[in-house]
């Protein structure tokens, strides 16, 4: 039986999924017995599609590529009507992040959730500001609220507290968890300065044309909150996280740093202390003999403080077109494997 997928969102992480599992679709059908018809499309861009039986996903993908408005199975349902009314057991929600608010995306995820249909998302808004309400309605409905995407890309964060670390309690969490700052940190550090880096960063697509969200730490933020919740059992908000960016490191700050062999990374921070969980975002001169401190360019970088395992630290691509669709794909292969999809 085939797996019917929605997607919320075709830009860069919807058209990644795709690529993943046309690319991917003899393996996962023969090691894990995955088939999959992607049935639904919801895209301001490009319009909204539906077909029960599956979407043209060829002539979609060339269409969006081009630029182009979808020109096949469209309808006049509008995104959340969509999300309920259409056939798909997992609706993907990957559109933009509002950490203010959640967006459009907590709309998104209430219809499916209360419709039976499981939430697979690399959308922080909905885990970062209102994941016990989604929770609960997964639970409520017997469905799943997958949030891996959500911090470090394809990087396995949650599945690995939640798989390989299991039985381990961890009382402490520090990272690299914005590959924009990480980058820059890295390239000031050979000797260019704030303004310089952060145009270079622009032009190569690393940091937005308004940077506040990297480069003042929100985003890391955002995934601090998720962090603190989900794998140390908190319930804090984004506001508890105190939060201070990189945007004050000077040439200066790297020169001292370097005087101590160390050098600076924006550090996102989860810790116990005396019963109670909190969260930080701020840079911090890390020692050359700390894993993290070697972890340079966009790459983004987690050590988790474990009573069993002591200090486990784990490396990877905190962004991309491939490696948030393979989280994607890892929380739909998750939900097939838990025997609660189709």
């Not at 804090?236 to 370097?258: H, M, P």
Request: aromatic share 6%; glycine share 10%.
């Amino acid at each position: 039986m085939k797996n019917k997928l929605a997607l919320i969102g075709f830009g860069t992480v919807g058209k990644g999924l795709c690529e993943i599992l046309k690319m991917k679709q003899a393996y996962l059908n023969k090691k894990y017995g995955f088939d999959y018809s992607i049935v639904a499309v919801a895209d301001f861009a490009y319009g909204n599609v539906y077909n029960p039986d599956g979407l043209d996903i060829d002539l979609m993908m060339k269409e969006a590529n081009a630029k182009k408005k979808f020109t096949k199975d469209l309808t006049n349902l509008d995104t959340v009507s969509l999300i309920k009314t259409c056939n798909a057991d997992v609706v993907c929600e990957l559109t933009y992040t509002d950490l203010t608010t959640g967006g459009a995306a907590i709309d998104h995820c209430k219809a499916a959730l209360s419709n039976g249909k499981h939430i697979v998302t690399s959308n922080k808004g909905p885990a970062a500001l209102y994941y016990p309400e989604m929770k609960k309605l997964a639970d409520d409905n017997g469905v799943k609220f997958m949030i891996e995407g959500t911090v470090v890309a394809g990087t396995p964060i949650i599945n690995l507290t939640d798989g390989p670390l299991a039985g381990c309690e961890i009382s402490k969490i520090r990272g690299i968890l914005n590959g924009t700052t990480n980058y820059m940190l890295t390239e000031m550090e050979k000797g260019m300065d704030y303004a310089e880096v952060l145009k270079i960063a622009q032009e190569l697509g690393y940091a937005e044309a308004d940077p506040t969200g990297d480069v003042e730490g929100y985003d890391a933020r955002g995934k601090v909150t998720i962090l603190a919740n989900i794998v140390m059992g908190a319930s804090i908000k984004i506001s508890d996280v105190s939060c201070k960016g990189i945007t004050k490191i000077s040439k200066a700050d790297i020169a001292a740093a370097k005087s101590k062999n160390a050098r600076w990374k924006l550090i996102g921070s989860v810790e116990r202390k005396d019963g109670k969980v909190f969260g930080s975002v701020a840079p911090e001169m890390i020692d050359l003999s700390h894993p993290l401190a070697g972890v340079m360019g966009a790459t983004n970088a987690l050590t988790f403080t474990t009573d069993l395992m002591g200090d486990v630290t784990i490396v990877g691509p905190g962004a991309g077109k491939i490696q948030t669709g393979f989280a994607i794909l890892t929380d739909i292969l998750a939900i097939l494997r838990s025997g609660k999809c189709c």
